[in-house]
């Protein structure tokens, strides 16, 4: 939405002149604002050539009266940037165009907004040219005077004193205009939004976070180990007896490198073999038990096969003889 900068809320009084405040002129014409800084705008608002329009030493107003409401506005002395004189072209009918003056200031966002005076009392050139003539003299004296309040540089001000005696506006009927810069110029400010800005939506607050156990971690669980293979223990076996063949040769004979020097060893080792034989023999004169028990069954086995009758013999004489 584009913004308006110099026309009031409808039906605003815009109140008495300021103390001392001087009329330089005063006449009705068409008003309108159009934003130079778009191409081939058409105006933001525009009011009939019945307004009223009052140029003073501070500003411009006009006003405007109907039936229903009032329409008004103003632009003072410390905005206009540019002073320019349009002359209207020579034809007629509908592609005849008035005179205009524009007054262009800067205003923000880089626009450039534009009050434009035509028709009524300025529908010939040379009244347009006197009136444009008017304002540059208010707009540099006003700011000449005021030079240390709206901060004007001091070698601006010398040139602002020079617009107040010339050039002159002098123009011609289908000419190409003249324009005027003028230093010193105040940015316009931004119009009031009137827009009430959008009420606040009431959001319910966020729920608080409800607590969560944390979740234990996964505990690494050491594979498990191999079985071990135990070897049973052997069973217990009885010793193999001494068969009958048994060599003297394979029982190992202490030799006389187990003895120190010394005087009978040899008389000593004698002495420990003929022990040793005498312990063989005696092994072998007198046999195990399980060697008598095979014997005793060897003989028991022979005397029932003897026997034709089948009758048993006596058993005790038997035993008794290898007694």
Known sequence: ??????????????????????????????????????????????????????????????????????????????????????????????????????????????????????????????????????????????????????????????????????????????????TVTLLGAVPVPAPFDEDPAPAAVYQDPAPAPVYQEPTPAPVHQQPAPAPVHQQSAPAYENPVPAHEGFAYAEVPVSGSRAYAERPGVEADAQRAEEALRAELDSRQAEPDLASRAASLAARVASLVSETPDGQGSNLSAYLNRDR
């Open 1 to 178: 939405m584009f913004h308006q900068h110099f026309l009031s809320p409808a039906g605003t009084d815009l109140g008495p002149l300021d103390s001392g405040e001087r009329v330089l002129w005063r006449g009705r014409c068409a008003v309108a604002e159009y934003a130079f800084d778009e191409a081939s705008s058409l105006p933001r608002w525009t009011l009939p050539e019945e307004t009223d329009v009052l140029v003073t030493d501070r500003r411009v107003r006009y006003v405007h009266h109907t039936e229903e409401t009032q329409s008004s506005g103003e632009l003072f002395w410390l905005w206009p940037q540019h002073l320019r004189v349009q002359p209207g072209n020579r034809e007629t009918g509908r592609n005849a165009t008035v005179t205009q003056i524009q007054l262009v200031c800067t205003g923000p966002n880089g626009t450039f907004p534009a009050l434009v005076f035509a028709g009524g009392a300025l529908s010939r050139i040379g009244d347009a040219d006197r009136l444009a003539n008017t304002l540059r003299q208010a707009i540099a004296r006003f700011r000449v005077e005021n030079a240390d309040l709206i901060g004007v540089p001091a070698p601006q001000a010398r040139m602002l004193s020079r617009l107040v005696i010339g050039p002159e506006f002098s123009n011609y009927q289908g000419g190409e205009g003249q």
